[in-house]
């Protein structure tokens, strides 16, 4: 997966069984080495457009570091074999690994001026000499991948003013890697991995002379790919708003890239940036950014810009992604999103999503704005804190994503175990049975939702409507959860989390929360006889440190022990 990092669970021994299991299946050696050799490429004949914003993160440090050893010599000869000091003390499977590895920094220098490429190419030469040659860790598809296109995307830049040399050796290098990757994708196992991959393959082939059949090769396994990821509405499979947004971009580059060189491109490819750029726009919000569900962030509002301004003219309105699992009701400048669940996987999906760690667990959740203000959402991704927090470590992350992926991180139904705490979305193996229907009146739009299986309680179910009106200044809500036949109902409750910029009041009687938005627009939450709080909660749906802010905790009231409903109202 784009931006995944393996965790091994078994500690060192798991760890070398798993590197040299690796070495035995990608034909380390010598021999390997030697059918990776080929044709050098003179030039590099695309340039992609980087619609992300640059990520400048470290940039100074290694400027600095590059000085200071610069006065320790008298000229750069000690650099012949590249800046080699960031490489090596960094440590192997760490997030700051994998940032350096897929040259994520490259674009932060291209950013900084020209005053910066000396140090970008002694990185460059310092990577080469380091890891030039085939190894397990730092060839692995998916870095490989990764890596390629970050160097399609800022390679003439680097190249700019450098000899013949050090392009030959440039060139070459990215030669080798497309080379491996075009005989390690077939052995990839992640889905998500063999997507970007194939796309990755298809650019290399079209950006190195003597590389065409790698264009070829990728064309066929990325038509392949599409047809078993991409659904019918445009939607991906991982139902990730921000994975959604860089296949678009991605597949957007290909084309553009087909175009500049004169060649035509395959039909299918045309079919899939339209289908999957309506998602991108089915996705964003009045802010201009992404919606937050199952490990997406809001992402950077420039790159989905971008992308909705490509080929925008016969693009396709989505307010239902029925194969995706999303709703999207809207009334005047407001909007709610709600995950509808994953009936529509089909089952070898639901089987690898569910036994596979950090799962989501965000059925039916919802996401609120009034105009460009966020009001309830999700509480987001550990993503957003591995592209900021250079000192947090794999065991941190994933503690952070599995956090993330449960329940209690959305704004939905949640059930409390006995010892009063929140079932966790990988204590959940069933499959569920999700119903959704929509009715559309003068008032406004009725949304009516129901799954059998609720992480904590696989027999109950679950039933919530949702009520939206036409002005977008009401929203009503209803949650039942009923017990299977003979069983009572487990203890539950409902969570609001809000966006971090709203200050939230809880009333004298506790029978309502006044929201105001930095705009000094008021909303107001209800709950009937219901209980409500007002308790902590965080926010990780911005790249950057984790924001403080808070959620509405509505606990139904005790009545029957057979049946628990809430009826809730968020008005302005």
């Not at 991409?230 to 890239?257: E, F, Y």
């Not at 939905?412 to 079932?423: D, N």
């Not at 209980?531 to 029957?560: D, F, M, N």
């Amino acid at each position: 997966m784009i931006g995944k990092l393996r965790y091994k669970e078994d500690g060192a021994d798991g760890l070398a069984k798993y590197r040299s299991a690796k070495r035995r299946g990608w034909n380390d050696g010598l021999f390997y080495e030697l059918q990776l050799n080929g044709p050098a490429p003179d030039r590099l004949c695309v340039t992609v457009d980087d619609p992300y914003k640059a990520d400048k993160q470290g940039i100074d440090e290694f400027l600095s570091l590059y000085q200071a050893e610069e006065e320790h010599i008298s000229s750069l000869a000690s650099h012949q074999e590249g800046f080699l000091t960031p490489w090596r003390q960094v440590e192997p499977e760490s997030l700051e690994f994998h940032r350096l590895q897929i040259f994520s920094w490259l674009a932060g220098f291209a950013a900084s001026g020209e005053s910066t490429r000396p140090v970008a190419q002694a990185m460059t030469d310092g990577w080469i000499t380091l890891h030039g040659r085939y190894a397990p860790d730092v060839w692995e598809p998916w870095l490989v991948s990764e890596r390629l296109w970050q160097l399609a995307r800022n390679g003439n830049w680097l190249m700019e003013g450098a000899d013949a040399m050090w392009r030959s050796r440039f060139l070459t290098s990215m030669a080798r890697q497309t080379r491996h990757l075009a005989k390690a994708i077939s052995r990839v196992e992640e889905p998500v991995e063999r997507l970007f991959s194939a796309m990755t393959l298809i650019l290399m082939g079209l950006g190195l002379p003597h590389h065409r059949i790698c264009e070829e090769q990728g064309s066929t396994l990325l038509r392949r790919e599409l047809r078993l990821q991409l659904r019918a509405d445009g939607g991906h499979i991982s139902r990730n708003p921000s994975l959604q947004l860089r296949l678009a971009i991605n597949l957007q580059a290909l084309l553009t890239c087909y175009r500049s060189l004169d060649v035509t491109a395959p039909n299918y490819l045309h079919h899939a940036v339209g289908r999957s750029t309506d998602m991108v726009e089915f996705f964003r919000c009045g802010d201009g950014r992404l919606a937050t569900f199952n490990e997406g962030i809001e992402d950077d509002p420039k790159a989905v810009t971008a992308a909705l301004s490509f080929d925008s003219i016969g693009r396709n309105r989505i307010d239902f992604a029925s194969q995706s699992g999303y709703q999207r009701l809207s009334g005047a400048r407001t909007f709610l999103y709600v995950d509808t669940g994953t009936s529509g996987l089909l089952r070898r999906e639901m089987k690898d999503r569910q036994q596979a760690p950090g799962r989501y667990d965000g059925s039916f959740a919802l996401q609120f704005s009034s105009g460009r203000q966020r009001i309830v959402v999700n509480c987001g991704s550990a993503k957003a804190l591995a592209t900021s927090a250079a000192d947090l470590s794999l065991q941190e992350y994933h503690e952070w994503r599995e956090a993330l992926a449960g329940a209690d991180a959305h704004s939905t139904l949640c059930v409390e175990k006995p010892g009063g705490t929140v079932a966790s979305a990988s204590e959940s193996r069933h499959e569920q049975q999700v119903y959704h229907h929509l009715e559309e009146d003068r008032q406004g739009q009725l949304l009516e939702l129901e799954r059998v299986g609720v992480t904590g309680a696989p027999g109950c179910t679950h039933r919530r409507r949702l009520f939206l009106s036409i002005d977008g200044d009401d929203m009503r809500g209803e949650d039942i959860l009923i017990p299977p036949v003979g069983e009572t109902v487990p203890s539950w409750c409902l969570r609001f989390h809000l966006y971090p910029t709203l200050k939230a009041s809880l009333s004298r009687d506790g029978r309502s929360v006044l929201l105001v938005t930095p705009q000094n627009e008021g909303w107001k939450f209800i709950a009937g006889d219901a209980l409500i709080q007002l308790k902590r909660s965080v926010y990780c749906g911005i790249s950057g440190p984790v924001q403080k802010t808070e959620q509405i905790v509505v606990t139904p009231a005790k009545g029957r022990e057979t049946i628990r409903q809430v009826k809730w109202a968020l008005k302005k």
